[in-house]
């Protein structure tokens, strides 16, 4: 090689390899780690205010939760939000409210000051079949305009159950493909999608853009899943300890356009667990 082309050469790898390193060091969990309030729901019964320290007190600063927790006013929950500072960017609704008055849910969504709302679980008696969703995807798709026009993004939250098989795909593939992704959007609770049968890296990447936000959270190991979208909450394990591939749904979920992403944890361990997690999330790079 002559000289005049050997020195731009060593430049070139030099600088790919200085952009390499700098990828690697980076971590992997953006800085929109949150948590879901339930994951504290029996100390909330004691004061929301020390559970929002406890909070504070981990590092994180945004949450999912309720517009009014514990008949809390919505008003007074955003002013204690704003003295904790605490951002509220996502609450929680049941299917029943949600069909029933989307533009009020909009409205408490803007007390607490939140731009996402969520639904984790469509009625069904037994099983969860073609009708039943038939029946979700179109009201999704109306109280999704509603909220849209409101200017907060509705989002349903995968519970597992939805992978029952229709054909060649299943019943949630239907709920995605049915609904308009502008009305509708998802979050993505990988442990549920994982128990339900279903790889949250692959599902991401089936449906980049269609999930703007994540439940993070592991399974216990041995731990077998089913369509029932129900498990004993003492599964829930340290993150990065249970089954789930977590630093490759982490980076798909990235790829795929994932705002927020929640930590959540419903077993009796989180003054232990919860802090375990997000050292473990946070060490990922």
Request: charged letters at 20%; proline letters at 5%.
């Amino acid at each position: 090689m002559h000289m005049k082309s050997f020195f731009p050469a060593l430049i070139f790898l030099f600088i790919c390899l200085s952009n390499l390193s700098a990828q690697q060091g980076q971590p992997l969990v953006p800085d929109l780690l949150g948590i879901q309030t339930y994951s504290y729901r029996n100390s909330m019964q004691k004061g929301i205010g020390p559970v929002l320290d406890t909070i504070k007190s981990l590092g994180l600063s945004i949450i999912e939760g309720e517009a009014a927790p514990k008949g809390m006013a919505p008003e007074a929950f955003k002013k204690m939000l704003d003295e904790k500072g605490i951002s509220c960017v996502s609450i929680g609704t049941s299917y029943e409210n949600l069909v029933k008055d989307p533009s009020n849910i909009a409205h408490e969504a803007k007390l607490v000051g939140a731009t996402y709302v969520m639904v984790a679980w469509i009625p069904h008696d037994k099983d969860f079949n073609r009708e039943i969703a038939a029946k979700a995807i179109k009201d999704f798709n109306k109280a999704g305009k509603i909220l849209k026009d409101s200017g907060i993004t509705f989002c349903y939250h995968t519970h597992g159950y939805e992978f029952v098989p229709s054909g060649k795909a299943t019943l949630f593939d239907e709920l995605v493909t049915k609904t308009n992704p502008d009305y509708v959007s998802f979050e993505m609770d990988i442990m549920w999608v994982y128990f339900g049968g279903q790889d949250p890296e692959k599902l991401l990447l089936k449906y980049p853009g269609r999930f703007s936000l994540m439940h993070v959270k592991d399974l216990k190991k041995g731990v077998k899943g089913d369509l029932t979208g129900g498990t004993n909450t003492e599964n829930d394990v340290t993150v990065g300890t249970g089954q789930l591939n977590i630093p490759a749904i982490i980076k798909a979920a990235k790829n795929s356009g994932v705002k927020y992403y929640f930590i959540e944890d419903e077993s009796s361990r989180i003054s232990t667990q919860i802090p375990a997690t997000i050292e473990y999330l946070k060490s990922l790079n």
